[in-house]
T-cell receptor
Framework: EAGVAQSPRYKIIEKRQSVAFWCNPI?????LYWYQQILGQGPKLLIQ????????DSQLPKDRFSAERLKGVDSTLKIQPAKLEDSAVYLC????????????FGPGTRLTVL | AQTVTQSQPEMSVQEAETVTLSCTYD???????LFWYKQPPSRQMILVIR??????QNATENRFSVNFQKAAKSFSLKISDSQLGDAAMYFC??????????????FGKGITLSVRP
């Protein structure tokens, strides 16, 4: 069974530029999460999708971050414009449904904003 | 809101010896899940072990076991016969049993474990 796929693995941009990350969850997994992991900290939830609907985006900085999961499968997270404090690893995770308890994580995208 | 605390930022263990990583949490819920995740330098977060709060028996997975003390809200991870491949960051995480928006994981800050050959 293929795991959670993410791309790119690394991205370096200048502040005020835009960037997009892509995630493809495990096949059949209805629930998808995006977490932000700042260096030295644990991951923090940005947004949760159930199929193509948003369940929780309370921690998403909506003035600059956006995310979509149009067909209920893969998802894109965008930052526009990026700030220095957005430098972090962005992790995508999925579970079969929100009733499942174990989340499976992708390898993450390391973003550096200069 | 739930919180997870990992107060030890770093630990070191000799290869083949045993090490215990500490975690405490705070919640008003009576039932929940607790997890230990391992994150090697490659960044892939890998599940090590999970515990359901309503189960009194401590979970074990090969060389990994937990000491779950519900009243004390403590959830420590014991690694026996430590191997070089165990070197990584370890995160303690909490999840409500409720579904929907409550299914997110709340993580501690993590602990960096190094293994000395």
């Amino acid at each position: 069974e293929a795991g959670v796929a993410q791309s790119p693995r690394y991205k370096i941009i200048e502040k005020r530029q835009s960037v997009a990350f892509w995630c493809n969850p495990i096949s059949g997994h209805a629930t998808l999460y995006w977490y932000q992991q700042i260096l030295g900290q644990g991951p923090k939830l940005l947004i949760q999708f159930q199929n193509n609907g948003v369940v929780d985006d309370s921690q998403l900085p909506k003035d600059r971050f956006s995310a979509e999961r149009l067909k209920g499968v893969d998802s894109t997270l965008k930052i526009q414009p990026a700030k220095l404090e957005d430098s972090a690893v962005y992790l995508c995770a999925s579970i079969q449904s929100s009733r499942s308890d174990t989340q499976y994580f992708g390898p993450g995208t390391r973003l550096t904003v200069l | 809101a739930q919180t997870v605390t990992q107060s030890q930022p770093e630990m070191s263990v000799q290869e083949a010896e045993t090490v215990t990583l500490s975690c405490t949490y705070d919640t008003s819920e009576s039932d929940y899940y607790l997890f230990w995740y391992k994150q090697p330098p490659s960044r892939q977060m890998i599940l090590v072990i999970r515990q359901e709060a309503y189960k009194q028996q401590n979970a074990t997975e090969n060389r990994f076991s937990v000491n779950f003390q519900k009243a004390a809200k403590s959830f420590s991870l014991k690694i026996s016969d430590s191997q070089l491949g165990d070197a990584a960051m370890y995160f303690c995480a909490y999840r409500s049993v409720f579904n929907g928006a409550n299914s997110k994981l709340t993580f501690g800050k993590g602990i960096t474990l190094s293994v000395r050959p």
